[in-house]
């Protein structure tokens, strides 16, 4: 990968880097992503390399996104699920022509950034009901992961773009004024009218619907000294950044069905959301990582791309979509062989799309029920088909694995 950098394709090396009691420390790719406010560092959990910092705001925040609190958001996102239905069904279903295909990457774009609005302010951004990328966020943010995933190359010359000392020193003044992330305003706006209607009674707003502002709101007034208001506007963006009637399942029924839990298992590991080594430095008096003695200082990592496609893992066919590989082959009398338990059970431990150790993705259990909702939803409401099934898609690598040209057509089940 360069002259200090090591990428590691083994399966071992996930517990080898990022196992619990190892303490390789973020390298400096992190920083580089985050983003200036006032001319400061607007630091998130993911761009902080300071250990003890993201301890501190990992606990704070932590029971926010267990499995059971994401459950407990399932009425805010069965409402952005029927919104998102109801635009879909009215704009595309049905129809003929160009009036008919659906850019469906971009329209999942939408639903996420709308559900992740209403899980954060109880409030939705309006992407969905405008069909556009509401005051360029969208945009804004893939220019803004580019240059992290380039600049994290060389961190060096970060120094002179983004964090210029210089020019955050003049920003600091007033004299001079950056590019503000478009979100901010929409944050801020959410933030003083929560302080303004509720001050400090958390509990007020809380007893009607607890969103995530309130959590965030709540570990502030708990812990102060850790949770300012900077960290509350920083969290709150994060979430940005990173998620009726009979529309919608219960995520309880959803996460049951074998055969669904086995597509988005196949899914997450042919294409993770992120397409980079997960960097962390190997710590003083070195590490031995796969059988492999490799010197402090080193930057090694894993790529979830990589490994989450390891054929003595996953198969011969680890290339190809297969949720089968995911299900329990049974014996004659019903029950799976203990074989069979332990093949499944070492490729969930492989799985690398949400990292792994200290730093795995806080809202990975937020993630898992918007999906395990809004997949059932889209398949009991419509047939779905591709516009052209001979058109490849095009994937950009940009930090973050995005793709273009996923075109469907959809028509409303009887």
Not at 43 to 58: A, C, E, G, I, K
């Amino acid at each position: 990968m360069g002259p200090n950098v090591l990428s590691f394709r083994q399966p071992q090396a996930i517990k080898d880097i990022y196992g619990a009691g190892k303490h390789f420390k973020k390298s400096d790719y992190y920083p580089v992503n985050a983003a200036v406010g006032k001319g400061e560092y607007a630091h998130t959990l993911f761009s902080n390399p300071d250990q003890t910092w993201h301890n501190n705001v990992r606990r704070s925040i932590g029971a926010s996104f267990t499995l059971n609190s994401a459950v407990k958001y399932e009425s805010l996102i069965d409402t952005t699920i029927s919104v998102f239905l109801k635009e879909l069904d009215q704009r595309f279903a049905g129809k003929e022509g160009e009036n008919g295909i659906i850019d469906f990457h971009t329209w999942l774009l939408y639903f996420t950034f709308d559900v992740m609005g209403d899980l954060t302010y109880s409030a939705r951004h309006g992407f969905m009901e405008q069909g556009k990328d509401m005051f360029s966020i969208i945009n804004y943010i893939k220019e803004f992961l580019n240059y992290g995933f380039i600049a994290g190359q060389m961190p060096s010359v970060d120094v002179f773009l983004r964090h210029n000392p210089v020019l955050m020193w003049l920003e600091r003044r007033g004299w001079i004024s950056s590019t503000t992330f478009p979100g901010v305003p929409f944050a801020i706006k959410h933030m003083q009218e929560r302080k303004k209607r509720y001050g400090d009674d958390v509990e007020r707003h809380v007893a009607d619907q607890e969103d995530l502002l309130d959590k965030f709101l709540r570990a502030k007034r708990e812990r102060p000294e850790i949770i300012t208001e900077r960290e509350v506007l920083g969290l709150s963006l994060s979430m940005m950044i990173a998620g009726s009637e009979t529309t919608t399942i219960r995520f309880a029924a959803a996460d049951a069905l074998p055969y669904l839990t086995a597509c988005v298992q196949e899914a997450f590991r042919l294409h993770p959301a992120f397409g980079f080594n997960f960097e962390r430095i190997v710590p003083d008096g070195g590490a031995s990582i796969c059988g492999h003695v490799v010197p402090s200082g080193t930057i090694v990592g894993v790529n979830a791309w990589v490994v989450q496609r390891d054929q003595g893992i996953f198969g011969a066919d680890a290339g190809a979509y297969r949720p089968e590989r995911w299900l329990l082959a049974a014996e004659e009398g019903g029950a799976p062989k203990e074989a069979e338990r332990a093949r499944v059970k070492e490729m969930e431990k492989t799985m690398f799309q949400f990292g792994a150790g200290d730093h795995i993705c806080l809202g990975k259990n937020v993630s898992a029920v918007e999906i395990y909702k809004v997949v059932p939803a889209l398949m009991r409401n419509f047939e779905m088909s591709l516009a052209d099934p001979h058109k490849e898609w095009t994937l950009i690598n940009g930090a973050n694995v995005r793709m273009s040209g996923v075109d469907i057509r959809i028509r409303r089940r009887e």
